[in-house]
């Protein structure tokens, strides 16, 4: 069984930095391909960014590029998603998941286990 525990939500003012963390449990974690998403009040959820297995692969949406970055650590079982220049468009909860492929996807019906969500609230 594996589980996806996001943390580091909260409420922030624009332009502020925050650094979401995602727990996964399970030996295989650093087999999986990791992805970040994020789901807007009355939106559907959309993708955000990804890293492949070996953490030599990245992709972020254009609405994010070069304001957030993610990186992972297979060593702690953790990806992360640092979040700079924060704009209240980004208000959303942020889900974590992890696809069985150790490649990157930008696809959310790729992604097998999902985590229950981190609330983010950038205020303007």
């Known amino acids: 069984q594996v589980q996806l525990v996001e943390s580091g939500g909260g409420l922030v003012q624009a332009g502020d930095s925050l650094r979401l963390s995602c727990a996964v449990s399970?030996?295989?974690?650093?087999?999986?391909?990791m992805g970040w998403f994020r789901q807007a009040p009355g939106k559907e959820r959309e993708f955000v960014a990804t890293?492949?297995?070996?953490?030599?692969?990245?992709y972020h949406a254009n609405s994010v590029k070069g304001r957030f970055t993610i990186s992972r650590d297979n060593a702690k079982n953790t990806v992360y998603l640092q979040m700079n220049s924060l704009k209240p468009e980004d208000t959303a909860v942020y889900y974590c998941?992890?696809?069985?492929?150790?490649?990157?996807?930008?696809?959310?019906?790729?992604?097998?286990?999902w985590g229950q969500g981190t609330q983010v609230t950038v205020a303007s």
């Open positions: 399970g030996r295989t974690f650093s087999s999986y391909g």
């Open positions: 890293i492949n297995w070996t953490a030599d692969n990245t």
């Open positions: 998941a992890a696809k069985a492929s150790p490649l990157i996807s930008t696809r959310q019906r790729e992604y097998n286990y």
